[in-house]
């Protein structure tokens, strides 16, 4: 199996090495008359690491503790689906994941009607670019990380699967985000592949679905992470600017730009080396959003620690880096020369562009800040948490307020329904006031909340203003995710600055009172099953003395791992949830209790979900017309 498994990945890298030499040989001599045989490769080069993809997953299910990736990953008594995540559970197989979705998507691209319509120049350079990238993780895989590695002796029963990882979330974070990484692997090497042919406008069309499909997929990525984080770490947070979850929304900044970018290239012709370059940069950032888990580099709950990866991922970063710059500077000046003035609808969405670059530029200085620090300290300076709050929420709140007024702007300037823009500014103004007059909490927060109920006054407006119109798939779309945005910044500008925290150490049939709650602790429950052992307490909330439910926090002990697990235990609400989890059990008495209160925080997941599932609408399902730069 190991044997056949090699081969495999071998087959494909060698059908990858000779799909780019074929293209690199047409392209140098003028020919694009073996499209064919690059396609027929391409369904190769999947077919291929399809094999050695299915032997893992075998391996895992059927518990071949003989390979070293299954024995540090799986054991006898790992659920199912806990067994399939395992795929993506450690660093090799996640890579082999991510290449196996690199290359189905390339077959899916041969398949779609533009594509066909692409010239025979546009489809050589893409395949050029294309199997140049696919080498490039198989050379990962065969020579620095490969899964299938034989164990130096065949195990009984293996590790199994980290405590922290046994999520849901598990199941679905990592999984969304290789496919929103691999995703971006399509349009980069289209916008190269059309700089190179010529012609900056062809890849547009065939980029449109991958782009949206691969930003939605991304945001559930992260997304879930947050809930993850909220759900499994204990700390009632979701969100604290760790290196690797900066990571992974790092190329999210430069993603959504792209699909703003887009927007004005495609009406007015703005932007087209802006937009190749956020496309460039987007797969750039993906990356370095992998080298960032992998290399061992920085500091990290997440990291996966020192990796033979590390040094060949910062090569391939400088080498899409280079190729990004060339094309950039060879690709034709097109479009009209000024841009439009900031106090219009193209002017506002340029503007927010650029706010997002800021951002990101902001979020990767501030990760990978430890290691410049090194040069002239000899302890690394780590960025803390309050400064992305300071820099980056500030620029979000900026956002929501331009999502808010740029609706009621004319493409070219001027204001075309001054009415209802001059209600979604009183509105924001008038919010603001009875905030600070009546609510003590931060004036950002407080200016967050204005914002998002700005948009989300904008956004009903003009549902209404439109009328039929506004149920379009693209228009609905747009608001639909913007509205999805708004209830994002409205549950995160109140949960994180009103939320309260009490920790106590409780007895058996123990109270204690906190602004109006009371917290009962009735009983403590023991039990176990072939994975681990529990011990599930179980506290009696009420508020001003009503009865409002029953929290189980848990503590766990999994099998082969020495140190317990918490588990949290929530109350639903839409208002505000309870939070509860512990640190510790000495002879049924918690040490200590932490309850934690948060109001609005699932307006977060409920934004969350919905901002996942409304881009979709977006996505074209009919064959796309030559697209055309005019104005509308």
């Known amino acids: 199996m190991i044997f056949t498994a090699h081969g495999a990945l071998l087959l494909t890298l060698t059908a990858c090495l000779a799909g780019a030499a ?13 499209i064919d045989i690059l396609e027929k490769l391409q369904f190769c080069s999947f077919g291929f690491i399809a094999i050695a993809f299915v032997i893992l997953l075998y391996a895992l299910l059927t518990r071949d503790f003989s390979l070293s990736y299954v024995a540090r990953y799986t054991d006898n008594s790992l659920p199912l689906f806990y067994t399939i995540a395992a795929v993506w559970a450690g660093q090799e197989g996640s ?5 196996t979705l690199v290359a189905c998507f390339g077959c899916i691209t041969i398949k779609s009607p533009t594509y066909k319509k692409l010239s025979s120049r546009h489809k050589l350079y893409f395949w050029l670019f294309y199997m140049f990238t696919q080498a490039f993780f198989l050379l990962l895989l065969t020579k620095m990380s490969n899964p299938f590695v034989a164990q130096g002796m065949v195990l009984s029963d293996g590790q199994g699967l980290n405590p922290l990882l046994r999520n849901i979330g598990m199941v679905l974070h990592p999984p969304l985000l290789f496919l929103g990484y691999a995703g971006f692997t399509v349009p980069v090497c289209l916008a190269l592949g059309a700089v190179a042919a010529g012609d900056c406008k062809a890849w547009h069309a065939p980029a449109h679905n991958w782009i949206i499909a691969s930003w939605a997929t991304l945001t559930a990525g992260i997304l879930l992470g ?16 760790d290196p690797v979850e900066n990571a992974s929304l790092i190329p999210w900044f430069t993603a959504t730009g792209l699909i703003h970018a887009r927007m004005v290239e495609r009406r007015f012709g703005y932007l087209s080396r802006t937009t190749i370059f956020l496309a460039c940069i987007t797969f750039v950032l993906c990356i370095f959003a992998t080298y960032l888990v992998r290399s061992g580099v920085i500091q990290s709950l997440h990291a996966f620690g020192q990796g033979a990866v590390g040094a060949p991922l910062l090569f391939g970063i400088i080498i899409f880096s280079l190729l ?3 094309a950039i500077v060879c690709m ?18 340029i503007m927010l562009i650029w706010l997002l670059v800021v ?10 800040w430890p290691v410049f620090s090194q040069l002239w300290e000899t302890k690394p300076m780590v960025v803390s948490q309050g400064f992305y709050n300071v820099v980056c929420l500030p620029l979000f709140v900026i956002m929501a307020v331009l999502l808010a007024v740029a609706p009621w702007l004319g493409w070219n300037g001027g204001v075309w329904n001054p009415y209802f823009a001059a209600a979604t500014v009183l509105a924001w103004a008038a919010a603001i006031a009875i905030g600070v007059a009546t609510i003590e909490g931060p004036v950002l927060s407080i200016v967050g909340m204005a914002s998002a109920t700005s948009m989300i006054i904008t956004i009903i407006s003009l549902m209404i203003v439109k009328g039929r119109a506004a149920w379009s798939p693209s228009f609905f779309s747009a608001q639909g995710t913007h509205l999805a945005f708004a209830l994002i910044v409205l549950g995160v500008a109140v949960s994180g600055p009103f939320q309260q925290n009490w920790e106590r150490p409780l007895a058996q049939n123990e109270s204690f009172s906190a602004s109006g ?22 506290i009696d909330v009420k508020k001003d003395g009503k009865p409002v439910g029953t929290l189980y926090p848990q503590q766990r002990m999994y099998k082969n791992f020495n140190h317990p697990n918490s588990e949290v235990s929530t109350l639903f609400s839409l208002g505000t949830e309870v939070y509860a989890t512990i640190h510790d059990i000495d002879n049924g008495l918690l040490q200590p209790l932490r309850i934690s209160i948060h109001p609005l ?3 977060i997941w409920i934004g969350s979900i919905l901002i996942c599932i409304f881009p979709l609408l977006a996505l074209r399902r009919r064959k796309i017309a030559e697209e055309a730069s005019h104005v509308r």
């Open 517 to 538: 709650y009371t917290f009962t602790y009735t009983g403590l429950r023991n039990f176990s099953n072939k994975m681990m052992t529990v011990a599930e307490a179980a």
């Open 95 to 99: 890579l082999l994941f991510w290449a």
């Open 226 to 241: 947050g809930w993850w984080a909220y759900m499994e770490l204990g700390w009632g947070g979701y969100w604290a600017w």
């Open 601 to 603: 925080i699932n307006w």
């Open 324 to 326: 990004s710059v060339v």
């Open 22 to 34: 074929l293209a690199c040989y047409g392209a140098w001599n003028g020919r694009s008359d073996r």
């Open 332 to 349: 034709p000046r097109s479009g009209p020369e000024e841009l439009p003035s900031l106090a219009s609808r193209t002017g506002m969405i």
């Open 359 to 368: 951002l990101g530029l902001v979020v990767v200085l501030g990760t990978i």
